[in-house]
T-cell receptor
């Protein structure tokens, strides 16, 4: 595997289900991100992890719960979602440089989520 | 005010011709980075090109170049010799500050749809 991978690519779930999205980066990066892309809206940053520590939570509802067990893996746990949460969820990774600044973000293919 | 503005409607270009996709940005931070990404129908966001606010030269990457006009706060993407595979959504994004810690996030524009005609 190369780059950033995401599974599953497509997910349909009911509002009472619990599911998880998985992201894995094979680039040796140490920062990972979750973005949400809804129809006709710009990408919205959800969470940022630097060195496995969450550094940004962009006012995301608690029904979305991120987990970053190590620098290569990022999960997004989903429970009691709403139909308006249907969107493309994109994961990205980047390298935190020696200076502390962040390099270019590279994205995975996304998970297309539909909430019924 | 929007930080990244992409106002062009769907763009069409003939194969092998050049096309310019517009992007204007708004920031008071003297240090920032500008990015262009391509998103085909498959959904993946593909990094194309980067321009730093202190870079003296316009960035180029193969058929992609960035027309950076700092005073006008514009960062237009130029694609030369368009190919059918260039048909996609194109997003302009900005990172404010040096990208440290919480400032590592990108702010995206709404995107522009480009269709390349054979």
């Amino acid at each position: 595997e190369t780059g950033v991978t995401q599974t599953p690519r497509h997910l349909v779930m009911g509002m009472t289900n619990k599911k998880s999205l998985k992201c894995e980066q094979h680039l040796g990066h140490n920062a990972m991100y979750w973005y949400k892309q809804s129809a006709k809206k710009p990408l919205e940053l959800m969470f940022v992890y630097n060195f496995k520590e969450q550094t940004e939570n962009n006012s995301v509802p608690s029904r979305f719960s991120p987990e970053c067990p190590n620098s290569s893996h990022l999960f997004l746990h989903l429970h009691t979602l709403q139909p308006e949460d249907s969107a493309l969820y994109l994961c990205a990774s980047s390298q935190v440089l020696v200076s502390g600044s962040t390099d270019t973000q590279y994205f995975g293919p996304g998970t297309r989520l539909t909430v019924l | 005010a929007q930080k990244i503005t992409q106002t062009q409607p769907g763009m069409f270009v003939q194969e092998k011709e050049a096309v310019t996709l517009d992007c204007t940005y708004d920031t008071s931070d003297p240090s920032y980075g500008l990015f262009w990404y391509k998103q085909p129908s498959s959904g993946e966001m593909i990094f194309l090109i980067y321009q730093g606010s202190y870079d003296q030269q316009n960035a180029t990457e193969g058929r992609y170049s960035l027309n950076f006009q700092k005073a006008r706060k514009s960062a237009n993407l130029v694609i030369s010799a368009s190919q059918l595979g260039d048909s996609a959504m194109y997003f302009c994004a900005m990172r404010e500050g040096r990208g440290t810690g919480a400032n590592s996030k990108l702010t995206f524009g709404k995107g522009i749809t480009l269709s390349v005609r054979p």
